[in-house]
């Protein structure tokens, strides 16, 4: 408790002083956005990042430019946010599971079976309390500005899994989220976290036998060539919010702001279409491979899997707050 209120502290001391300093950067030559992310260029975000490039330097010529760094080039995603924080970085997409320290709520997204797919997500995303989750983390100095999808996440492991009881004794990469870490503690099974660059080597070395991930982030990252067994569990959806540091943010001329938050719009509406292209064309590239294997569940074989993790629901009710929880079933509920 003391450990995260003395990150708290610090990094609003680290923010106020940026703050503070947020703007000198700007006053000669255009302002430089950098954009760090950790997939592939070809993935829904890949995609989405570039387009943002070329959207804003075509409409703000002169005014704004953009620099990407991609497949984690600069930084893992913790370091990104981290980097928001101190003005080494002005935007990110990270995973909703890498914020957990910044918040507790979006740990909402990790929940298992909360959401069965991506436009139950979008119905909660959209309502009051989604859009609420947005600026969550100003106190912080991080600004929400937007949602992109990349799909669910299948499982996958060195050997047909169909039944949970199968994962006891196997080693998963997880990104770092406490709901994945018990997910996994439930089946007898070891979870540990990592950032997604050392995913490949970890599989090519050994140190995990599988991890759960979406069809563009295996495919385009070849993971299907380390781990050829899949099994459509779908517990969770893989998806970002778009955050930036918030004192670049609040410190942009307002008719650049504006324009760039029309960008972001347009942008959100083709990841979103992209995202769900590429979860079933990935998916196909991913099975036209040989030696791949996919294990279907029937809604029967599902339900063990979901009876087996709801339980997490009530041990994170109070951290993410029942009210949040309550909403996002509702959204799912009458999607
Ligand atoms: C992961 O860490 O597995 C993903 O969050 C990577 C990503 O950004 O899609």
């Known amino acids: 408790m003391m450990k995260k209120l003395a990150l708290a502290a610090c990094l609003v001391f680290i923010w106020v002083v940026f703050i503070s300093s947020a703007g000198i950067a700007a006053s000669d030559g255009p302002i430089l956005i950098r954009f760090s992310h950790v997939v592939s260029e070809n993935t829904p975000k890949g995609v989405g990042a570039k387009m943002f490039k070329e959207l804003t330097e075509k409409r703000l010529k002169g005014k704004v430019e953009v620099e990407i760094y991609p497949s984690s080039q600069k930084y893992t995603d913790g370091q990104a946010i981290l980097a928001l924080v101190f003005g080494d970085l002005e935007m990110a997409a990270p995973s909703f599971p890498k914020f957990r320290q910044y918040t507790k709520a979006l740990q909402i997204f990790d929940l298992p079976f909360l959401f069965q797919n991506v436009d139950d997500v979008h119905a909660f995303q959209n309502s009051a309390a989604g859009q609420g989750l947005l600026s969550s983390m100003e106190g912080l100095g991080l600004t929400g500005l937007g949602y992109w999808d990349n799909g669910m996440r299948v499982l996958s492991a060195n050997k047909m899994i169909r039944h949970p009881d199968q994962l006891k004794g196997l080693a998963f990469r997880i990104e770092s989220s406490l709901i994945f870490q018990e997910q996994y503690r439930r089946f007898d099974a070891l979870a540990i976290p990592m950032p997604f660059k050392r995913l490949p080597d970890a599989l090519r070395e050994g140190v995990v036998d599988g991890y759960e991930n979406a069809w563009s982030n295996i495919f385009s990252k070849k993971l299907h060539k380390l781990r050829n067994h899949f099994t459509e569990v779908e517990a969770t959806y893989l998806g970002y919010m778009v955050v930036a540091s918030k004192a670049f943010w609040d410190g942009l001329p307002s008719d650049i702001r504006g324009e760039l ?21 990935d998916k196909k590239l991913v099975l036209a491979d040989k030696d791949v294997t996919l294990t279907k569940l029937s809604a029967e ?4 899997w979901k009876d087996a993790m709801l339980p997490i629901w009530d041990q994170y009710r109070d951290e993410i707050g029942s009210e949040l929880l309550g909403a996002a079933e509702k959204a799912a509920a009458e999607n």
Request: net charge negative.
């Open 261 to 281: 938050e029309r960008i972001i719009d347009e942008v959100t509406v083709e990841v979103n279409r992209l995202a769900k292209e590429k979860e079933s064309a």
């Open 301 to 304: 074989e599902k339900k063990i």
